[in-house]
């Protein structure tokens, strides 16, 4: 069965820096979401993004944010200056975006450290 | 706006017991309401939706959910537990109207099931 691929599983990095995480959507679907989860907390959604465009953002997603789809497999989120606060799990997710609601398919997660 | 609130971040059944997750709702919009299950290591799967077809829902795994407008409550049974149902639950919302069908998640229940 196809599956929503996350890669890395863990990434440690130190304040400041930039980190780009991958994911990789089911292959005929269109709509592609970021979600986080802060240990403890809610998971929250990030920003969706549909024919090559963002279809909508949180206020969250700060200019610090970004998302692409570099080519036709693969959804990116990067984040420019990392600080403490986005230590988190990062959820990606898709959907086929056929019949409503849009059922969504997640990834496994990418932890985020923040040192 | 749309929120969700589950009572209960840890519940404990013994196996073949009922199981009964509970998830409240708020939305000034008829809901779509979702149970989404994380087994460790592993994204989220969708258990069951809700999309005012019918108040009673059944899922896989042997999951139902009721939704009752007059509690706005959305809760999560199954008669029966096994121990493979130890996971977390996370009760989600989102809008008919919201373009890309952003979830709305609550803070998640772990479920643990002893033998």
């Known amino acids: 069965e196809p599956e929503v691929t996350q890669t890395p599983s863990h990434q440690v990095t130190q304040m400041g820096q930039e980190v780009i995480l991958r994911c990789v959507p089911i292959?005929?679907?269109?709509?592609f979401y970021w979600y986080r989860q802060i240990l403890g907390q809610k998971v929250e959604f990030l920003v969706s993004?549909?024919?090559?465009?963002?279809?909508?953002k949180s206020e969250i997603f700060d200019d610090q944010f970004s998302v692409e789809r570099p080519d036709g497999s693969n959804f990116t989120l990067k984040i420019r200056s990392t600080k403490l606060e986005d230590s988190a799990m990062y959820f990606c997710?898709?959907?086929?975006?056929?019949?409503?609601?849009?059922?969504?398919?997640f990834g496994p997660g990418t932890r985020l450290t923040v040192t | 706006a749309q929120s969700v609130t589950q009572l209960g971040s840890h519940v404990s059944v013994s196996e073949g017991a009922l199981v009964l997750l509970r998830c409240n709702y708020s939305s000034s919009v008829p809901p779509y309401l979702f149970w989404y299950v994380q087994y460790p290591n592993q994204g989220l799967q969708l258990l069951l939706k809700y999309t005012s077809a019918a108040t009673l829902v059944k899922g896989i795994n042997g999951f139902e959910a009721e939704f009752k407008k007059s509690e706005t409550s959305f809760h999560l049974t199954k008669p029966s537990a096994h121990m493979s149902d130890a996971a977390e639950y996370f009760c989600a919302v989102s809008s008919p109207y919201n373009q890309g069908g952003k979830l709305i998640f609550g803070q998640g229940t772990e479920l643990s099931v002893k033998p």
């Open positions: 997710a898709s959907s086929e975006a056929r019949d409503r609601p849009y059922e969504q398919y």
């Open positions: 993004f549909y024919n090559n465009e963002i279809s909508e």
């Open positions: 292959s005929n679907h269109l709509y």
